[in-house]
């Protein structure tokens, strides 16, 4: 069993940042893949980012590219969703998870491929 804890998560102007981890315990994020989804009010969930198990880092939704990173600790066993240029569409729940039945190059992009959920963490962009 995994648990995933996110924090970071709060209220910020736009234009700010914000720096959301994803802390792993139960099992190590090593050989899984990490993403982060987000999910805005009368809205599906949507894929944000993610990292394989071989550091293969990808950005995806055409609105956060250029302004979102993700980045993984392996010693401490957490992944990170750097947000700079905050917008309030940027405004959601933000939800990490972990992949460990699908081992490819890259991060799986859809939710039915990952394994654990966090609990997820508010992020509210003012305008």
């Known amino acids: 069993q995994v648990q995933l804890v996110e924090s970071g998560g709060g209220l910020v102007q736009a234009g700010g940042s914000l720096r959301l981890s994803c802390a792993a315990s139960?099992?190590?994020?090593?050989?899984?893949?990490s993403g982060w989804f987000r999910q805005a009010p009368g809205k599906e969930r949507e894929f944000v980012a993610g990292?394989?198990?071989?550091?293969?880092?990808?950005v995806d939704a055409d609105s956060v590219k250029g302004r979102f990173t993700i980045a993984r600790d392996k010693a401490k066993n957490t992944v990170y969703l750097q947000m700079n240029s905050l917008k309030p569409e940027d405004t959601g729940v933000y939800y990490c998870a972990a992949a460990f039945r699908v081992v490819r190059i890259t991060p799986p992009r859809v939710d039915y491929e990952y394994d654990y959920w966090g609990q997820g963490t508010q992020v509210t962009v003012s305008s």
């Open positions: 990292i394989s198990w071989s550091g293969v880092s990808i």
């Open positions: 139960g099992r190590t994020f090593s050989r899984a893949a």
